[in-house]
């Protein structure tokens, strides 16, 4: 089906089997789907926009990026917003999240010299979206830091933090009036650890078992200050949220009778969800658990300097408190047990001393990593609940890869949308988890990072090979429109 046809009438809505009195919804949930800026919008270079980490990343000769590929035009939704916008129209969408460019508005990353084409391109999806009653949800940043600023030190500058701060504020500034939902940033374990210890994403830095520490902590110190510029000067204007969207799998032992595997699983949990969620929900500081594995380990190795995982100071605004919502991306599961790492290695994955197994049981979609384990979203939420004192939880990324020829009867991924629902429906109904809302990754195929073009997760299918970018539903975009029609209509009230 072409993406002009009118979706949400197609008679394959026969296909939904779904019972009313198992997956009720309040009439306010979030029904959504996500992109980045990156990903979907190309124009790398045009309009005055400055290069941004993933430009040189992909540009540059060795990367690791699949048969050479870029985001240099991708979907190229910085010209063809409006067909971006015939997509979430057919969907039903009530929400729709999409990520700023910082380079395309702060070409230099500082406000000094602000473009008014970037600017101006930002106003008028916001403003088309707002006309549609499809609410947006704004991320400042997803992973594409300008340049200019990795070229002063990016994250791992301790000056990054004031000048995240003062883009922040420009963007509160700029868009608040019509934003009420806000990411500061996206998915900070991905930029330190795959960024900065890997070197397998941009910036490509190789440092284990320091940078990452570093630059996680400096994403948090940023974040804690833009959320504090929010709640002083916009907040009571504008009456909008802030959050930061952390990335986790589900955990639990690979052997629930074994002490060991069960004390793998807790740091497991702690250096992934723990490093960015018990500051801001629980303590604003790390896990302990994450310290004293970290401090163990540097004893063990004679390293004598000062802690790899930076403490915060007191002089600085605190962290606790500074997350209005749970903004959770949840793509998978793992069964946990003591890791095997190399003998007298500073590195991150021998610090957390714990390997995540997929279960033999457990579908892989695409990709190898991508488990596909719906109830470990719900035990996920149910988790979040009852260790970060039951906040409001937004599953701001969630969704079913494929790889090879492409399938636009993706029977399989039309399921997981089913069964994913099911599992939300269920951490409201029978765990009490209040879920706001729910963010398919992704409203189309796109750029996946390292995998290139090689990975869709996509609602919409879009031929990359036509210089047109046209878009087609897949089924599953069609199964989602039909779900997201069905349950629009129901009423909850107190859940």
């Known amino acids: 089906m072409n993406a002009t046809a009118n979706i949400t009438n197609s008679p394959e809505w026969n296909c939904i089997h779904t019972n009313d009195s198992e997956t009720m919804f309040p009439t306010n949930f979030a029904w959504g789907a996500a992109t980045s800026a990156y990903q979907i919008e190309g124009g790398w270079n045009v309009d005055d926009k400055g290069p941004s980490i993933w430009d040189t990343f992909c540009h540059e000769g060795g990367r690791l990026v699949f048969e050479g590929q870029s985001g240099d035009v991708t979907c190229n939704s910085y010209e063809l917003w409006e067909e971006d916008l015939r997509c979430i129209r057919q969907l039903g969408l009530t929400h729709y999240r999409l990520s700023l460019s910082w380079s395309r508005l702060l070409p230099e990353g500082i406000t000094r010299h602000v473009n008014q084409k970037g600017l101006r391109y930002y106003n008028k999806v916001i403003n088309d979206l707002v006309a549609s009653d499809v609410l947006p949800m704004v991320t400042l940043y997803h992973f594409d830091l300008p340049q200019a600023l990795q070229d002063q030190g990016g994250w791992k500058s301790p000056e990054i933090v004031a000048i995240f701060d003062s883009y922040a504020r420009f963007c509160f500034g700029s868009f608040g009036d019509r934003v009420k ?66 990335n986790s799998d589900w955990a639990e032992p690979l052997d629930p009778a074994s002490p060991d595997d069960t004390a793998a ?21 790390y896990p302990e658990v994450m310290r004293s594995s970290i401090e163990a380990r540097s004893k063990e190795l004679g390293y004598q300097e000062s802690s790899r995982l930076p ?25 946990v047990k003591p890791g095997e790492c190399c003998p007298g290695v500073l590195g991150l994955k021998s610090d957390q001393d714990a390997e995540g197994v997929v279960d033999p049981s457990w579908p892989v979609c695409g990709v190898s990593w991508l488990a596909v384990v719906p109830d470990g979203l719900r035990k996920l939420l149910k988790y979040i609940k009852d260790t970060f004192n039951n906040p409001a939880v937004y599953i701001t990324e969630n969704g079913f890869s494929q790889v090879g020829p492409v399938d636009m009867e993706d029977v399989q991924r039309c399921g997981f949308y089913h069964d994913i629902i099911q599992e ?40 990359f090979s036509r210089p047109e970018r046209p878009r087609t539903a897949y089924r599953s975009g069609r199964e989602y429109a039909g779900i997201i029609s069905k349950y629009r209509s129901q009423t909850m009230v107190n859940i």
């Open 424 to 463: 939300i429906a269920r951490a409201l109904r029978e765990d009490g988890v209040d879920v706001r809302g729910y963010f398919a990754w992704s409203l189309l195929d796109n750029f996946e990072w390292a995998d290139g073009f090689s990975v869709r997760f996509g609602l919409f299918h879009v031929d």
């Open 265 to 285: 699983t807790e740091r497991y949990l702690a250096f992934t969800l723990g490093w960015f969620a018990w500051p801001l929900f629980v303590t604003g500081d």
């Open 311 to 335: 403490r915060f100071s007191k002089d600085e605004p605190s962290l606790l408190g500074t997350a209005d919502f749970f903004a959770l991306n949840y793509y998978t599961s793992r069964r």
């Open 181 to 246: 939902l806000w990411i500061t940033l996206n998915e900070p374990y991905v930029c330190a650890k795959l960024g900065h210890e890997d070197g397998i994403f941009a910036p490509g830095v190789k440092e284990p078992g320091m940078a990452a520490y570093l630059v996680g902590h400096n994403m948090l110190r940023g974040h804690a200050r833009a959320w504090h510029s929010y709640n002083v000067l916009y907040r009571a204007k504008q009456g909008g949220s802030v959050s930061l969207a952390i």
